[in-house]
């Protein structure tokens, strides 16, 4: 198999190493910046680059990888589909609902496999908790808790124009780190129909227009409770923590610090068994560069782009879909709409 590579952001080294690891060979690189282009593909190794989408899936290609800004990944995606090949699409899948169901409805009709990379849920710990929900041990899911704690500063906006505005960012920390985090929290406790959230920006008013730190209540078809608390006015950093609890009184979190380390399962209280590891170290820096953090989930990309190398061939669904990549993009939008109009927004019609 041959993938192209669509953006040369910071994110896109890890796409080229996990297609790599998986016997793919990266055939092209593309960004409307031919320059950067070229410059990723002669760091890489990769033998051609180009500017423009349509030439990259010309080139061959039976998958692609969408590292481009946000509000971007709609187009590439849909121009994917028609050429009939499989995408794998960086999160969020786009900034509005109607896109990303556009997206998914062309993948679905075109016959294509549509994976959006929510890498964290190849952890581990991450699976661990999942299975005890899924076979009973600690589940059904009562009870949940996503915290996300992270230090940027005024250089990370600014190192990347998209970064901070509503067009072309979609939104801030919710939408850009939280989600992820989101993700993992709704595979944990199911179907969310309710939410309720506030939005604030404490620390980079002068220089984003987004939200640097939010609250949320999530409601879920059965009952189950959760909150979220994410921001990157922190500082030090102090990671993420989605934690839950079950119909059994048991529960099980998965912590990450410093930020782009593996997750930690530091609380497992399941079936009269409780063990508690230590999540935070004092010898740990915990406020890494963003290439660092990248570079830690690289084991992660990894398993997620086998994950889909395997759907691709057995036509099986890919563990991240599109249609579950559209939950966690509900969440945060419904966030930011019940913070506007000051009342909770219905996510089941």
């Known amino acids: 198999m041959r993938a192209a590579i669509i953006g040369c952001g910071v994110i896109a080294r890890n796409h080229v190493e996990a297609w790599r690891a998986a016997g793919v060979e990266v055939a092209v690189v593309a960004d409307v910046d031919a320059a950067k282009a070229t410059d990723f593909a002669r760091r890489h190794d990769v033998p051609l680059a180009v500017a423009d989408v349509a030439d990259a899936l010309a080139a061959g290609v039976d998958v692609v990888s969408v590292c481009t800004p946000h509000p971007t990944h709609p187009a590439i995606v849909l121009a994917a589909a028609a050429a009939r090949v499989h995408v794998v699409c960086e999160k969020p899948l786009s900034i509005d609902v109607p896109a990303a169901e556009r997206m998914v409805a062309a993948c679905e009709e075109a016959g294509v496999v549509l994976a959006v990379c929510f890498q964290r849920r190849f952890w581990p710990a991450a699976r661990r908790i999942r299975a005890a929900l899924v076979d009973g041990s600690l589940g059904p899911a009562t009870l949940g808790d996503c915290t996300v704690l992270l230090h940027r500063d005024a250089d990370y906006y600014a190192r990347d124009a998209w970064r901070g505005r509503w067009d072309t960012d979609g939104g801030g920390v919710l939408m850009t780190q939280g989600i992820h985090y989101v993700d993992m929290l709704l595979w ?22 987004v939200e640097d ?60 068994r409780a063990r508690f590891e230590p999540s935070h170290r004092a010898d740990v820096d915990p406020d890494i560069d963003l290439g660092a953090i990248n570079a830690g989930h690289i084991p992660f990309h990894t ?18 879909t599109g249609r579950e990549a559209l939950r966690s993009l509900r969440v945060v939008l419904a966030v930011y709409e019940s913070a506007r109009t000051g009342r909770p927004v219905r996510l089941d019609g």
């Open 188 to 209: 944990f406790m199911g179907e969310p129909v309710e939410v309720s959230g506030r939005v604030a920006t404490y620390v980079h008013g002068d220089h984003i227009e």
């Open 303 to 320: 398993a997620f782009v086998a994950d889909v190398l395997d759907a691709i061939r057995t036509g099986r669904p890919p563990l991240v």
């Open 213 to 272: 730190s939010a609250v949320a209540h999530v409601t879920f078809a059965d009952g189950g409770m959760a909150t979220l608390r994410c921001s990157t006015a922190v500082t030090p950093s102090l990671g993420a923590r989605v934690s839950v609890t079950g119909a059994s009184g048991g529960t099980a979190s998965v912590t990450e610090f410093p930020e782009g380390a593996p997750g930690v399962l530091d609380t497992w209280s399941v079936a009269g």
